[in-house]
């Protein structure tokens, strides 16, 4: 499992390795792209204007720890309250706030000075002012813009359309696009001291002005749970990004002190309308308090009740004093009426009547007394008669006044009787009239708290309002770094490069893409992996394509290993017969007749006879390497004669070679496909086969012709012809088909002008009635070999390192 691991890493390693060849090929694009890429962006940079950023620090302070004071039980609910920061970052960004910035700060004019190539805009060193005369607000206005060129009298008036050369002067009026308008000039300036006089003036509507201020206005926390805010703006111009930042903390601290100081304002303005309220309530009041007091005869309540509880206790102490003087004085009436006319009567039984209580007594005393002298004298004495005369009319007298003073106290009771009532009746409606009156009276502390509560309020709000505190605190007034956030050099210059690498990168990838080339043996082990690949041809110049007698360079050495590869592939063959190898190819132009002859060459290095048989009878090719004319006697001759000896077809000794025999194709037939299948071409090769070590038969190609399919089972071994960077790949297919439908004998791929930029400058002239437009190739400077570094991989390395630096110094 690791040895598996260890060789993928080392076939992606090659890979990576190969697609880096592939595009190092084509590194003057890339180093042109990267110089263009970095030239554009350097020219942006040089002309771009720079963005700053502008930025402030504010506190927002919480109101309801500043300003009017509450009670300390109200004030506790809202100890604990925060500062809603979304709620006063909406305020910094509302239309009505940056409306009053952008107009105090004139932001819907703008100027800028006109150079050549950069417009740069002013903001404090302005050398005039223009001043609308539109008299209203430019928030419907459309967007003006014109330019003027300054001079020392007066100025020239640039518009979108042509160039007026009226001279105006400065401080009248002028009107554009149906505006007008004053140019005022600053006296402190002077025109010929400023060294530009070309200016533009640009005035935008309102509405689009404190939109894009409020876009542009970022609004931040500087922490989590903090409650300072950070105010950022960028711009062109710091002078005018601080100006803004400065005046929106300016406008916001003023709308927050207005707000606060119109909450004070209509607190006052509440109080003084209540005031008015509560004056004729508490009179009402008052007045309701006196009119029941009077009717009810209240002026103290407590007091009235305690005077009121005392009466009720006397007069019902009286009444029970009545009662038991009448019951004692008709105890003392019934008394007289059953005791004897001289018996003794009760005294100080409590009646409380001095006249009868005398009564009593002098009754008493002359019943005493006549008693003692009837002791001595007789019932008809005249002093016990005139003491009998004396007691009668005593009882007489104390009768009647028990009859006076019954009436008079039954008079008297019925009258404190009535009293009685009416002072019970009087205390049992104290408690009603008691929460009458406390009802008035809780009316009247109410109203009278509200009363002084108010009072109080407007003293505090007023002033509340007389010292009213800021809404925020300045933590840092607006500051521009001085290093621009924009352009990013770092990033445009990198970006530049990244670009001029991609478009490049993505052109060759395109074309990498859209290629359907072979190039190396790569192709070959991944399109068509059963067909063994026996050799690859280097690309060569058109003077050196043909092998000399100890030819020792690259191309003898690539048909050597040829040779040496077709040798191991050839199957044994009996004694007698030689080997019969077949050249063929897909298309035309594949350099199968050049593979032909050289490996006949080579195979005649080693002192073979080696037979060189042209069987391409349509397009014959061999007689331009020989310069002969190609309608001599050869092949065609033989297949359509049968009284031709093939002894008359062969060409020895060429190119000055003992051992290389040649048969060229001859004149081209017009039915060749039935020549190559009449027999004669089977009974040559085998007449042949006795007479030659090695046959190469150079045929057709297979694609548009059937030739050399007709022939092609008589073949030992079948070489078939590839050329890099010209042979599509879905050729590949074609030939791989061949091979599998055992329509070719022993296949075996050449690759052929391996490493060339263009084929060789040859190709078919013959009309296949087949149009093969093919492009030539790329040169992707692949290294080839055979598997790892053996002694026949490294002269090809060290071609391709030779190749390399060739395209390196072109």
Known sequence: MENNNNNNSEIQEINIKDILFKYLAFWTWFLVGVIISLAVAYTYLRYQSDIYQTTAKIKILDSSKGGMKLPSDVAALFSNSKVNLDNEMEVLKSYRLIELVSKNLNLETNYYVVGNIITSELWKDKPFKVIWLDGKDSINTKTIGFEIELQPKGYKLISENS????????????????????????????????????????????????????????????????????????????????????????????????????????????????????????????????????????????????????????????????????????????????????????????????????????????????????????????????????IIELKQNILSSIRVLQKQLSVTINNVKSLKQENSSTFSSIPAKEKILRSIERQQLIKETLYLFLLQKREEAAVSKAVTSPSIKVVDYAMTNYIPIAPKRSIIYFAALLIGLLIPFGIVYIIFLTDTKIHSKLDFERLSPTIPVVAEIPFIEEDSRIIIKNDRSVLAESFRILRTNINYLIPIKKEGECPVIYTSSSIKGEGKTFVSLNLALTFASMDKKVLLLGSDLRNPQLHKYLKLNKNRIGLTNYLYDSTTNWKDLINDKVFNNDYLSIIFAGSVPPNPAELLSNGRFEELLKILKKEYDYIIVDTAPTILVTDTLLISQLADITVYVTRADHTDKKLLTYSKGLKDQSKMVNMAYVINNVGGEKGYGYGYGYGYKYSYGYTYGYNYGYGYGYGEDSEDSKPRKRNVLRWIKKRLKK
């Open 163 to 390: 160039k007026s050369q009226q001279l105006f002067k400065f401080g009248k009026k002028n009107k554009i696009k149906g505006q007008e308008f004053i140019l005022v000039l600053d006296t402190t300036v002077s025109i010929s001291e400023l060294g530009y006089t070309k200016f533009k003036v640009v005035r935008l509507p309102l509405s689009i002005v404190v939109e894009r201020l409020s876009n542009a206005l970022q609004l931040a926390p500087t922490a989590k749970q903090s409650e300072v805010l950070s105010l950022q703006l960028t711009g062109e111009n710091k002078d005018k990004s601080e100006a803004i930042i400065n005046e929106i903390i300016n406008k916001f601290n003023e709308d927050g002190v207005i707000d606060r100081q119109l909450v004070s304002q209509r607190t006052i303005d509440f109080v003084n309308e209540r005031f008015i309220n509560l004056s004729g309530e508490l009179d009402s009041i008052e007045n309701q308090k006196k009119t029941f007091k009077t009717e009810n005869d209240l002026s103290y309540l407590p007091e009235d009740a305690r005077v009121t509880m005392t009466k009720k206790s006397l007069t019902e102490g009286d009444y029970y004093a009545l009662e038991t003087q009448i019951a004692l004085a008709k105890l003392l009436e019934d008394t007289l009426k059953k005791d004897g006319p001289f018996e003794l009567l009760p005294s100080n039984i409590g009646i409380e009547n001095q006249n009868i209580n005398d009564l009593i007594a002098d009754y008493n005393k002359v019943v005493l007394d006549r008693g003692k002298l009837l002791v001595s004298a007789g019932v008809k004495n005249p002093m016990v008669v005139e003491y009998s005369e004396k």
